[in-house]
């Protein structure tokens, strides 16, 4: 069985040789192999670029909701604005 898939294999072997060691033919086979390898390592490029821009985008946005959720309680702490302090004052002074 081994020395059978090893004929059948030297044969494939010397096939797919001959087939792109062609002196006519050849080059351009090669070329066209060459181009092909070209083409699918810019598309997993291009594949792997867009998820990962995909990705940063979904994690600034989430980023940016959960400080949109802070800020309204951050912005009960801050100082209440001068008419504001002003009616306060005028109401305790009143009272007084």
């Given at each position: 069985?081994?020395?059978?898939?090893?004929?059948?294999?030297?044969?494939?072997?010397?096939?797919?040789?001959?087939?792109?060691?062609d002196p006519d033919r050849g080059p351009r086979r090669r070329a066209l192999v060459r181009d092909?390898?070209?083409?699918?390592?810019?598309?997993?490029?291009?594949?792997?670029?867009?998820?990962?821009?995909?990705?940063?985008?979904?994690?600034?946005?989430?980023?940016?909701?959960?400080?949109?959720?802070?800020?309204?309680?951050?912005?009960?702490?801050?100082?209440?604005?001068?008419?504001?302090?002003?009616?306060?004052?005028?109401?305790?002074?009143?009272?007084?």
């Open positions: 069985m081994n020395k059978t898939l090893a004929v059948i294999g030297g044969i494939g072997a010397g096939a797919v040789a001959m087939y792109f060691l092909k390898a070209v083409e699918l390592s810019n598309d997993a490029r291009r594949a792997v670029t867009g998820k990962a821009a995909d990705l940063r985008n979904r994690a600034q946005g989430m980023f940016h909701e959960a400080k949109g959720l802070l800020k309204p309680a951050a912005a009960d702490l801050e100082p209440k604005s001068s008419s504001q302090n002003t009616a306060v004052r005028g109401a305790f002074n009143a009272n007084s």
